[in-house]
């Protein structure tokens, strides 16, 4: 499972990225639907696609004006 605080800022970082959840599940290797449950912590991720989830998060790029 991933920890409150990883989801809660994944999701900020994507608001503040404008890229959509698809987008991002696309880039991590896995469907949007393992993004939201694992991010609303009904699934855990395997430790590659954890760690994959991670240096995607890492390397978002922040929209001019957002708020993380």
Known sequence: MLPRELADDVRARLRASGLRQEDFAA???????QIANALAGRFGLSPDVAA?????????PVRQGAFL
């Not at 880039?27 to 639907?33: A, L």
């Not at 994959?52 to 978002?60: D, K, M």
């Open 52 to 60: 994959r989830l991670v240096a995607v998060v890492e390397a978002l």
């Open 27 to 33: 880039r991590v290797g896995i469907s949007r639907p």
